[in-house]
């Protein structure tokens, strides 16, 4: 049973996120264009055969597959009164195959549009988005959110704004950013780590972009500028391209595992993988942060 938060765990040590569920369901079948979540629904078995998959490389937080789950990405698909049914499915899936030693968070991604001043989304009407599904996680039994591949601060300071409110004791933010080091509306690491922290997330880092080495140099960046902070990191297997008509990310799980020692030197507490990475990453993960803790 967990009595403590994941800010507290991490500060007694590293711990292993999941790896990618988008691209892990895509190679099991999911048609391109389809709602990732709406499988919650109609392929709970695959969903969850992810998650155990994760679990059995090793990791200690799973993450849900809720990423686009808002009512303004699933109006795309026609799915907008389905918020609340598919962020529960998402959470009992992830619940329903780890121990009560291990970690749920909710993920919940961008909005799908730009808020003011960048776009016409109002504040109040993301606001809404927002606290409609994280409260549907919360519900649900999720031990947290992470608000992830979040680009624009201010989208990401009404996301936990509105995990403030109905009341997420975990929440983590992660920032995407590109091979400038700056996230695609021009911040930067440190003002994401500095302005994130203020507005009430428990936890900040990188995740997604062009692979290891990006997110590693964001996380340096914030360690620089708080040497005690425990950070997060979960980036992509690698830089993606096309191949013959298809995505792909050539890191290999033993590639990305080389990439633990300097994110431990870098302050990265809580490490895993977003887009390409697999059950084989974690395990390398897992394997290498295990050999370096232990020496």
């Known amino acids: 049973m967990i009595t403590e938060t994941l800010r507290e765990r991490l500060l007694r040590g590293p711990a292993v996120c999941d790896g990618a569920m988008g691209t892990m369901l895509q190679a099991a079948g999911l048609p391109p264009g389809h709602c990732t ?59 329903g195959e780890c121990g009560s030693d291990r970690w749920v968070l909710g993920s919940v991604g961008p909005l799908g549009r730009l808020v003011k001043p960048w776009g016409e989304l109002g504040e109040a009407e993301a606001f809404a988005a927002f606290r409609e599904q994280i409260e549907a996680q919360l519900n649900a039994g999720a031990h947290g959110v992470i608000l992830e591949t979040l680009g624009v601060l201010e989208e990401a300071v009404i996301a ?17 950013f590109d091979t400038g080091g700056r996230t695609f509306m021009g911040v930067s690491p440190s003002q994401a780590l500095q302005e994130l922290r203020q507005a009430g997330a428990h936890l900040v880092g990188a995740n997604c972009g062009g692979g290891p080495d990006t997110a590693l140099a964001a996380v340096q960046e914030m360690h620089r500028q708080a040497p005690d902070e425990p950070l997060v990191a979960q980036p992509n297997a690698g830089k993606p391209h096309l191949q013959d008509g298809a995505t792909v990310f050539d890191l290999s799980a033993e590639q990305m595992a080389a990439y633990v020692p300097s994110f431990l030197e870098s302050g990265v507490r809580l490490l895993g993988g977003c887009c390409g990475t697999t059950p084989e990453h974690i395990r390398a993960l897992v394997e290498r942060l295990n050999l370096e803790t232990t020496e």
Not at 67 to 86: D, P, Q, S, T, Y
Not at 161 to 172: D, F, K, M
């Open 160 to 176: 936990i704004r509105a995990a403030q409110e109905v009341g997420v004791p975990n929440i983590v933010c992660t920032m995407t």
């Open 37 to 95: 979540e709406e499988w919650n629904l109609s392929h709970p078995e695959v969903v969850a055969g992810v998650h155990r998959a994760y679990l059995q490389a090793g990791a200690d937080v799973l993450e849900t597959n809720t990423f686009g789950a808002n009512r303004i990405a699933l109006a795309r698909h026609g799915l907008e009164a389905k918020v609340v049914e598919l962020n529960r499915l998402g959470v009992e899936l992830a619940l």
